[in-house]
């Protein structure tokens, strides 16, 4: 009975179209702020619409797809025996990580593998298979041949042009010059394609697509996924600042290193433009760290590994100093935040690169307030005491009902009172008087309910509102465009299931 009089109370406070928050003052602008992610669109990933992906040639095998490779003769999948430094023998009857593959692409048909180790195969003495190369050249790169009528049937062309034919369980050699596609040909294998693992991210499709065509999809997309009438649309619906997520390879514009192509630079200042003309503030979000701070297609990982590390801080500090530098005088500059998600960081290194970019900031403004992001794989409390020998900083913590097995079983209720209760516990646990401040950088309408009903929807919507307010320096939704309607504000709004 008490969960049923609360829930018609929560339907009740969503009619109310305003409501009591507390607020904070800064030189000029009021916190917390109430801002939206512009995903999707300066670093790319793969939940955008239209799909940009489905024009690229073999667009099931980008960059960091995981395959894995069965001899059709011997029924024995291809392995990087111990996961590599060592020869490459076909005999495992179940495929695990040392029988699955990293591409690397070259072009729309050849490519590098890389094994578990990350070491890449090539073809070696002999013209054996061998995992040893720390680094691909051409001896390391070879051509995935696909038959017309089952493309998941392949063979596999070496460097000396010859294809890879299964000897025997442990010799594996490119030296096979026929053409069949029997199954009893030793030189066709089954490829099985791990497309829950695919990257989908600006890696993938700048390279996907390569140097010819990329530049012209990349730039067409900037230009109309959002523009200047996205920002009144925004202004108009009651939020009042924009986080925008950008790539290292920005710094580099508008040259950046292959495959990445320039142009967004000056989409990015158009952002502080537009957010002026509707009086809004502008957060930029070092999304993707070079090296990949968590191995995700957001991070622009080639692969899906996390390599950031020491010896990427300086070039990232570099990265945040331009981005200071180059917006320090705009008074729509709200914030910096020096890296989204790090996930497998290690802490100290991390502590470094978050000094070390916070006087970067410093250097150039006194008044952007500077964010770190909380490691995803830590304790949220993890940063707050380091934080607080800083001026005007800030903890991200992103909050979804949704990566945890804790939200498999819960109801409708129950998902509004976890909101309620643990989420806004979450928050006050953090809210220290002394201390940095909060920012919800990531939170969404969408849970793993099916069928929940609209007026469901917009009270999961008020509930996180209303809580997420609390955090000291505002929050913001993900994403303002999306290809999933949940994830979409802007479709949100429009439809009448959040308002602010």
Known sequence: MGNKLLYCKLVLAFYISCHYVAVAHTEDFTLPIKAVNLGNWLVTEGSMKPSLFDGIINKD?????????????????????RGGGSILVLNRTIARGWETFRLWRVNESAFNFRVSNKQFVKQGKGNKLVADSDSPTHMETFQIVRNDGDPNWVRIRGPNGLFLQAKSETLVIADYEGSAWDENDPSVFNMTVLTDRSLNGEYQITNGYGLEKAPQIMQDHWNTYITEDDFRFMSENGLNAVRVPVGWWIV?????????????????????????????????????????????????????????????????????????????????????????????????????????????VRKHTLSAYVIMSNPLDRDSKVLLSFAEAFNRVVIDVHYYSLFSDTFNNMNVQQNIDYIRKQRASDLSSLTLSNGPLIFVGEWSGVWKIENASKLDYQVFEHVQIEVYSRATFGWAYWSYKCDSNYWNLKWMIENNYVKF
């Open 252 to 360: 580099h514009d508008p040259t950046p290193p292959k495959p990445f192509v320039g142009g967004s630079l000056k989409i990015l200042d158009n952002v502080f433009t537009w957010a002026q003309n509707y009086g809004m503030k502008v957060i930029v979000d070092l999304h993707a760290a070079q090296g990949s701070q968590n191995g995700r297609s957001h991070s622009a990982s080639r692969d899906g590994y996390q390599e950031w590390g020491d010896s990427y801080i300086p070039d990232t500090v570099a990265t945040i100093d331009f981005l200071a530098e180059r917006y320090a005088n705009r008074t729509n500059l709200v914030a910096i935040e020096l890296m989204n998600e790090p996930v497998g960081v290690n802490l100290q290194s991390l502590k470094k690169y978050y000094e070390a970019s916070y006087e970067a």
């Open 61 to 81: 095998l980008l960059d960091g797809t995981q395959v894995q490779f069965m001899s059709t003769k011997l029924q024995k999948y291809l392995c990087a025996e």
